[in-house]
């Protein structure tokens, strides 16, 4: 674990950067935090170093504004994570005006605009996951108006319906187009924010009691938990179609013994000398 304290070269700034990158990713949000509060009191010490004019061999990729920019928003999505709402606001408030770092170079003033950027669309997530219902249209043209986004945008909307008990049904029907087939976010976090939306659209299918299309995401999330070499998800979905396992079908149930069969195929293809076939799921030998 990294201490505040240790001192950092300008290397190690930009590993810190993709350490963060790669926490948010297993949604270790603690360690999102610690590593975004080293990141930023690394960066306060370039600055003052900076400002003194002190002679130094230490130089950053980008500009310094991004560092305290970054360090902030992964610190302040880690909180909303948590549903530590009044420690992500304050988090934005930093983020929203970094024009104290304004050096007038044009990389500075292109960072400090996208972070003003990142601020309004994040305190607008915030809006809508502390149940303010009222923002629900501005935040639906938020999103069809920067697809990148929608993955994010689904989570929290799921997020908040789930909490407040709305119905979403409209907006679902809205922004789902924009989602693609699993096999497009083979990125890391990406994936992970894609898993995610599957999951909690069997979560929201089965609260509202829609017991069909609950199995019937959660089927997804196995498969594509499995593409994606999502561990984390793949046992969720297993532990929620057990849950959900009553209301299936005889073609859901037959899919999820295919699914596993297959996987448990697959582990043990190595295993020649050991008959494994009597334990499949859903094998009629004895």
């Not at 370039?46 to 902030?72: A, P, V």
């Not at 990142?118 to 938020?142: H, P, R, V, W």
């Not at 999502?230 to 396992?245: G, P, Q, R, T, W």
Request: with cysteine; proline share 1%; glycine share 2%.
């Amino acid at each position: 674990m990294l201490e505040n304290d240790i001192s950092i070269e300008p290397i190690e700034i930009d590993s810190l950067v993709s350490m963060i990158k790669m926490a948010y990713s297993f949604e270790n949000w603690e360690r999102v935090i610690s590593l975004s509060t080293t990141l930023l009191d690394s960066v306060k010490d370039i600055r003052l170093e900076q400002s003194q004019l002190i002679k130094t061999n230490r130089r950053l990729n980008r500009h310094i504004s991004y560092y305290f920019g970054y360090s902030y928003l992964m610190k302040g999505l880690a909180h909303q994570k948590l549903k530590e709402y009044s420690k992500s606001i304050e988090c934005v408030s930093y983020y929203a005006d970094l024009s104290w770092l304004d050096d007038s170079t044009e990389s500075a003033k292109i960072v400090i605009e996208d972070f003003h950027f990142f601020s309004k669309a994040n305190s607008l997530t915030l809006e809508i996951l502390t149940g303010n219902k009222y923002k629900m249209s501005e935040y639906i043209d938020y999103l069809e108006n920067n697809s990148d986004q929608v993955l994010s945008g689904l989570i929290t909307i799921l997020e908040s319906a789930i909490v407040h008990h709305f119905n979403i049904d409209n907006e679902l029907s809205l922004l789902m187009r924009h989602v693609r087939d699993y096999s497009f976010y083979k990125e890391q976090v990406i994936a992970s924010k894609y898993l995610s939306l599957q999951y909690m659209l069997a979560l929201y299918n089965y609260l509202n009691k829609n017991y069909s299309y609950a199995l019937d995401y959660t089927i997804h999330s196995l498969v594509a938990s499995d593409k994606l070499n999502n561990d984390k998800y793949f046992k969720k979905s297993v532990a929620l179609f057990e849950i959900l396992k009553t209301y299936a079908s005889v073609p859901q149930l037959t899919e999820y013994s295919n699914i596993l069969n297959k996987i448990f195929k697959g582990e043990m293809e190595n295993e020649e000398s050991l008959n494994f076939s009597s334990y499949f799921v859903g094998s009629s030998e004895q």
